[in-house]
């Protein structure tokens, strides 16, 4: 983004004056922005109205009493293109496009497109095809539709290819205060990550939520996303287009690639972007944020006043990883001393009813249970409707104790209701004011709380370490397939670990065997069959020089190495491997939008039917690693199952690191890489089998 672009995607999010160009769309959009008490002046153009909505109007652009900051542009599509020229030319900041029919609608309105970005120069022109921008922090309000936002000073931050979402979120009963919402459509000219870059610098903001279809410029995202980490500004994102109708959706909605969701994963573990299966999910957990703040850990004291309360918030949060200490013995004693004799030590801890409402007496034993300085503190309770009148009070005497003792221990906390619509707007203003989070739902309020502790530990990892891409590289030329020995010598000069083995001629085979000593494996080396164990082309376990000329003849009668054209080509002959711990699949793979992806699973023969992988951008460190090979199933192989001999974990994230390092020094040429297995040994990582494909020019 151009220094003057982004000068004027500042006058845009901070406008002086507003101007609404259009008919009846732009004259709504400015009732609305006049109604929201925008403090400056708002214009309307339009050559056919003397006023629009409500408000003086102009015939043109050039008759307005000066340049505007923000414009909100609902005009035909045939007219968009010359407006928004002319707004470029005559000094004004920026634009929100209600305007449709560009590249989401195929490739004459693509082409549309591309003369947009022309006319629109150093404009920060937000859209095409998006519904506008709801800033409520600075009162600009260019939505022409109702909504249900309020004027505030403070709050989140909401970007989104769906228009309609920020409206219905902006309608929320969650008490989660937006301070501005914007529908970034197509995102022609100003992309998503633009827009998060230039909210950092607005301390207005405390959390910036997103609703993603697909990104234009991933690594472009990530740079914005890693300074949003490193300033603490906690970033959540609702990820559409995950299943195949999904992805042919946003395809149309707003001419987005929805890209793998495998790879947004990735990226999202990278840069502690927090995710959210759902509308409800993202909510929950921007609040928790937003206000609480993120826990340093995971470790959670509990407080209800229901024993059934207290087990369901239990299996919750080992469901999501939290964990609930035991208060330490000189707590417990502590709270013997204040609980009623009916009521049982533990965490979570149900303080049960002769302390309900009982305000004082429960703020000291929430007090003296927080001694032990938990990341963070609960508390489950359902409060009823206002008009239900008598219990009220109760409730409410339970929720300040709660909020004055977990403001004095200064650790980050959360009321929550077991169900959603279970508390009452006055309470969460009450909690909202004391800087307790409101929850609403107990599964969504515990799963917010984990994603919180993620981001926490997440950004306390980031701080040594630049979370920046590697620049995407197209691999250039054809792929073309190397044979399994020259992709393995490709590997040992990289520092891998190979079998010891020899390429030789089907009839040097046998006496080549005994020199190597038994047992050994026998493969058919072709780069036209790279699968050879579907294609008989490799026989392990050979323990004399008869099993391997009997091998050497079944595989060069075999019909797919006959297909192949196969039959004459050497045979690579190695010493097995015989103390294996564990099978792992490394691999390198590109992605247009993400680059070289390195991927680390199980690997051997079922390792379609395990999908048991992390998958890693690039570049990658020791952590990175580390932290991929936690999350696989068979890194309990690799520790020891059973009594069975653990695996060197230390070489076999050397071997990971040495793949990667493989990747960034190749470059361009490399298409392809597959480990399949790196057999994990009591001493070692060796690489058993290699599929590698480079350009045909490298």
Sequence with gaps: MTAARRANLARLLRPRHIAFIGGTSAAFAAEVCAAGGFPGPIWGVNPKRDRLGGRPCFPSVAALPEPPDAVFLAVPRAEVIETVGVLARGGAGGAVCYSAGFAETGETGAALERALVAAAGDLAFVGPNCLGMLNYARRALLWPFDHGGRPVERGVAFLSQSGMLCTNLSMNRRALDFACLVSIGNQAVIAIEDLIDALLDDPAISAIGLYIEGLKDVGRFAEAAARALERGVPIVALKAGRSTAGARVTATHTASLAGSDTLYQALFDRLGIVPADSPTALVERLKFLSIAGAPKGRRVFAFTCSGGDAAILADYGERHGLTFPAPSPPVATALRARLPDIATVANPLDYTTPLWGQEAALEAVITTALGDVPDVALMAQDHPRPELGGTNEQYRADTRAFIRATRAARIPAAVCSGLAENIDEETRDLLVTGGVAPLQGLDEAVAAVAAAADFGARRAASRARDLRLAPVRRPAGRPATL?????????????????????????????????????????????????????????????????????????????????????????????????????????????????????????????????????????VDRADVERALDRLKVTALIAGFRGRPAGDRAAAIDAILAVAAFAATEGEPLHELDINPLAVRPRGAVALDVLLRVSDAG
């Excluded at 020995?485 to 390429?503: H, M, S, V, Y």
């Excluded at 699973?601 to 395990?610: A, D, K, Q, R, T």
């Design 483 to 619: 044979d399994e020995w020259q992709g393995k010598r490709r590997l040992r000069e990289a520092g891998l670990a190979i079998p010891d083995g020899r390429l030789v001629a089907g009839e040097d085979a046998p006496v080549t065997a005994r020199a190597l000593g038994f047992p050994v494996a026998l493969k058919l080396v072709s780069p036209s069959l790279p699968h050879k164990t579907e294609a008989g082309a490799v026989l392990l376990g050979l323990g004399d020089e008869a099993a391997v000329a009997a091998a050497v003849a079944s595989m060069r009668a075999s019909p797919a190495v006959q297909a192949a054209g196969a039959a004459e080509a050497p045979f690579l002959v190695e010493r097995m491997v015989t103390d294996t711990v564990a099978e792992l699949l490394v691999g390198v793979s590109h992605d247009p939008q993400f680059g070289h992806v390195l991927t680390v699973g199980s690997g051997g023969i079922l390792v379609e039917l395990v999908r048991d992988a992390v998958s890693l951008l690039l570049p």
